[in-house]
């Protein structure tokens, strides 16, 4: 088979012809029908995050959806023609622990797997198993978004424009803040109050609950938006590092806490938010053989909403 081969830091992605996989006891083989090209993988290559992936080479790509062309012993709930998710179940995922999603297949276990409903896109599914569910989780999960709650959205990049619409379905009063003020529409369309191009009028807000899908040094952003005792989830780590007014934090006791990732159940939610039409998300996509370059778009920030790759 085809991949996309992750060999060592620094370097792009190499070509290679890989022998098919073969599952085993619990496991299928997954047909890739589309993979997400995703920030994490760049800084994989960029040797931002120490001790991931597991092991090099490996074939990246944690953002998986495809058709399951094979399976292994004691599996009885999935077969051959399923159209399948995998979703981020442990740590070692594909693209993380094992081959990923770059490749024409990829082995999964049976944990891992979620039916795509009907009306889902095999692009819509890959990135739902993890920009969408990632979302969702800080949202819904870590953010406790419910109707009524105030929301601020730091940042409208793939991640944020899924979360100011998940946000917007849970009910609530949602106010957007990025520097790009041609984004104004996009947060419109999604249901938005309110479109900030000026933190400075975003801070003036008094929100329950702000997330910050940014990163890039905007979680002093953040903590001035919050409202006395509100609660601000940091998701976004655009930059390893950030400034904050730890007076503004402990006076207004303000509830500082990260999230990462998502469960299969946020899997699970986000596919029927997709398939009910509510949820649409910004895609674009290319070929399997414009991944690398792809990802160098997506590192350089030309990409619009969120990058997957679909597979003929």
């Known amino acids: 088979m085809r991949a996309w081969y992750f060999v060592e830091v620094g370097k792009p992605l190499e070509s290679v012809e890989l022998p098919d996989p073969v599952p085993g006891a619990g496991e299928v083989v997954v047909d890739v029908r589309a993979a997400g090209l995703c920030h994490t993988d760049i800084s994989f290559m960029d040797g931002d995050v120490p001790g991931m992936p597991t092991h090099v080479p490996i074939v990246l790509g944690h953002e998986v959806a495809g058709v399951i062309s094979a399976v292994g012993n004691a599996v009885t709930s999935f077969a051959i023609g399923d159209e399948v998710g995998l979703a981020p179940v442990g740590h070692f995922g594909p693209g993380v622990g094992r081959d990923g999603g770059y490749a024409e297949k990829v082995l999964a276990t049976v944990e891992e797997l979620v039916p795509v409903p009907q009306h889902v896109t095999v692009a819509q599914a890959a990135a739902a198993t993890d920009s969408g569910a990632t979302s969702y989780h800080a949202v819904h999960v870590v953010g406790e978004v419910r109707k009524g709650t105030r929301v601020g959205i730091v940042g409208l990049g793939g991640l944020g424009q899924i979360g100011a619409r998940v946000a917007v379905l849970e009910g609530a009063e949602v106010h957007v803040t990025d520097v790009r003020p041609e984004l ?4 419109t ?16 807000l008094g929100l329950d609950v702000v997330i910050d899908f940014a990163g890039m040094d905007t979680t002093r952003t953040a903590i001035a938006a919050a409202r006395p005792g509100g ?4 998701i976004g780590s655009g930059r390893p590092e950030a400034t ?38 910004i895609i674009t996509t290319v070929g399997f053989d414009d991944i690398p370059a792809g990802l160098e778009r997506l590192r350089r920030g030309e990409s619009e909403g969120r990058a997957v790759a679909v597979l003929d």
């Open 189 to 204: 369309s999604l249901g938005a109050a309110g479109f900030y191009a000026d933190a400075a009028d975003f801070t003036a």
């Open 244 to 281: 904050i007014s730890v007076v503004d934090l402990v006076v207004r006791s303000i509830q500082l806490v990260g999230s990462l990732g998502a469960t299969k159940d946020d899997v699970v939610a986000v596919y029927e938010m997709l398939n009910s039409g509510k949820l649409d998300p």
């Open 184 to 187: 104004e529409p996009v947060a």
């Open 231 to 234: 609660r601000v989830v940091q």
